[in-house]
């Protein structure tokens, strides 16, 4: 009914509305493609200024979830639109409606085909990313989980690069059939419980054995979306391809997925597989932070290197949730947002270069400081949030999961922090290849300095960069009851895990338990 319709549902929804009017337009084609600009660009920004809206009336010392609407979706199969937000997901609600307008933008004038259904993708996109981080029905969540591979696809494929068919025929499939296998085991859980309702889910104690088959088959999809190594594979031939609109989008949310689908639903739902599975998660994030960033190293290509740099910096996420500390989950979160943001601006920042000159190839540039200072500058902030200087937003998210994961197991966390030492090596290399030196490309000459478009953009996104780092607490403030909720309750299953292995451990002499 719409008295029920409230804020929530109106956030999520707004961007199809938009996108239903951009399909109405008519007229010329330029006039088509202006107007389809104008359109995505305010409906995007309307849905940015309700989130603020939703964000400020949000009540930070609660851990429950607000904003809640469940209704009936499905009611034969017990299917519900049951969505809501907690201290965790808000903030991803933020990040995406965030990021949106500022893609627009950012290709106001790089996409000159297909302009509306340009538009009309990154409209259906937000919305499906907006739905997939307030579902709280494991089918709901599902289909705009699954939903946002669609528009992606549109939007490497149609208006990426040379090799995009390859790409994003490669995103599309790794992506995919990762996800079947946990609709395969969303199947399981409603012949089990009988509904697929987050909150009847949460209660229900499955067997321990079950547990680990349904826990594989959510890290199946999971993993594939941080991504983690060896499932990796796919995102650096993504990013390249993609436009930067694109990569931008794909860094900044897509990738957060699979960090948001361990902490809502791996964790809470199947707890003994999830310690079972620490260490190998663990394993699987430190050879990533350490792996990539070595390969970052030796990259000639920008994308290639900021992608290479997004898996590692997506390594401290898994690290800090599976270490399932306040600390550092806490600051697993606090990661994604900053990566979000910080990994978004540097894409942008190649962007910019690449709008200009073409090529995205390192050893094209050198002494851009010398006609572009303003650009350098920005460059600089983003550069040195992602290497994690103290008070951008960088630093915040790994020292936390270093601490805290330090207090679980200081043998991976240790091994994590020299990860830290590389990212600081391939960025401050990239940066000083790019900015720093003699011009030896004459072209480089005609380039000109940030335009007004690009200032703004640029702008948002540092303040967002030095909000997080130095004035940290808005945010913890917002995220700690939530995580505290769900590691406390993931502590009583350690706990009670310890327990049952030395129970199971008893001598046996003479083939009987002592």
Request: hydrophobic share 55%; glycine share 8%; charged share 10%.
């Amino acid at each position: 009914m719409l008295d029920d319709f409230s804020l929530l549902s109106i956030i999520i929804f707004l961007p199809l509305v938009g996108a239903i009017f951009i399909i109405l337009i008519r007229g010329e084609e330029e006039r088509v493609d202006h107007n389809s600009r104008i359109v995505a660009l305010w409906t995007s920004v309307l849905t940015f200024i309700l989130s603020i809206f939703l964000v400020v009336n949000y009540e930070p010392s609660g851990a429950a979830y607000q904003f809640v609407e469940n209704t009936p979706w499905i009611e034969d199969l017990k299917i519900r639109y049951h969505v809501g937000v907690d201290g965790i997901s808000i903030l991803f609600v933020l990040l995406s409606t965030f990021l949106t307008p500022l893609c627009i933008l950012s290709s106001w004038t790089a996409i000159t085909k297909r302009v509306r259904a340009y538009m009309l993708a990154f409209l259906f996109l937000e919305t499906l990313m907006i739905g997939m981080f307030c579902a709280l029905d494991l089918v709901l969540f599902y289909v705009f989980f699954e939903g946002v591979l669609i528009p992606m696809f549109l939007i490497i494929g149609i208006w990426g690069g040379e090799r995009r068919i390859y790409s994003c025929f490669k995103f599309f499939l790794y992506t995919f059939f990762g996800s079947v296998v946990m609709l395969l085991a969303i199947v399981a859980i409603y012949l089990q419980v009988g509904t697929t309702d987050l909150a009847v889910v949460a209660a229900h104690q499955f067997a321990p054995s079950l547990q680990k088959w349904l826990w594989l088959a959510f890290f199946a999809s999971f993993a594939v979306k941080v991504p983690m190594w060896p499932v990796h594979t796919w995102l650096p031939d993504a990013h390249v391809e993609a436009p930067t609109a694109g990569s931008v989008i794909l860094a900044g949310v897509l990738l957060k997925m699979g960090g948001y689908g361990f902490l809502r639903f791996s964790l809470p739902l199947f707890p003994d597989a999830s310690i079972y599975f620490t260490p190998f998660v663990m394993t699987l994030s430190v050879i990533a932070i350490i792996y990539t960033s070595l390969v970052a190293l030796v990259q000639q290509d920008m994308k290639k290197l900021i992608a290479y740099s997004s898996i590692a910096h997506m390594g401290f996420v898994t690290l800090g949730i599976f270490a399932a500390t306040l600390q550092s989950a806490t600051g697993a979160v606090i990661q994604m947002l900053s990566h979000g943001i910080v990994a978004a601006a540097l894409f942008l920042c190649v962007g910019v270069l690449y709008d200009r000159l073409h090529t995205r190839e390192i050893a094209k540039y050198g002494g851009v400081v010398k006609i572009m200072p303003l650009f350098a500058v920005m460059f600089m902030i983003f550069t040195l949030a992602s290497i994690g200087l103290p008070g951008t937003s960088g630093f915040v998210g790994e020292f936390l999961v270093i601490v805290g994961s330090y207090k679980v197991t200081p043998v991976f966390a240790t091994l994590a922090s020299t990860g830290m030492v590389l990212g600081a090596a391939y960025a401050l290399w990239l940066y000083r290849r790019i900015v720093f030196g003699k011009i030896t490309n004459l072209d480089l000459k005609s380039l000109v300095d940030l335009n007004g478009r690009e200032i703004v953009i640029l702008t948002s996104l540092a303040t967002a960069v030095f909000w997080i780092g130095i004035s940290p607490g808005y945010f913890t403030n917002i995220i700690t009851p939530a995580v505290k909720r769900l590691t406390d309750k993931h502590q009583e299953y350690v706990y009670s895990y310890k327990i049952k292995s030395l129970t199971n451990s008893v001598d046996v002499v003479d083939g009987k338990k002592q």
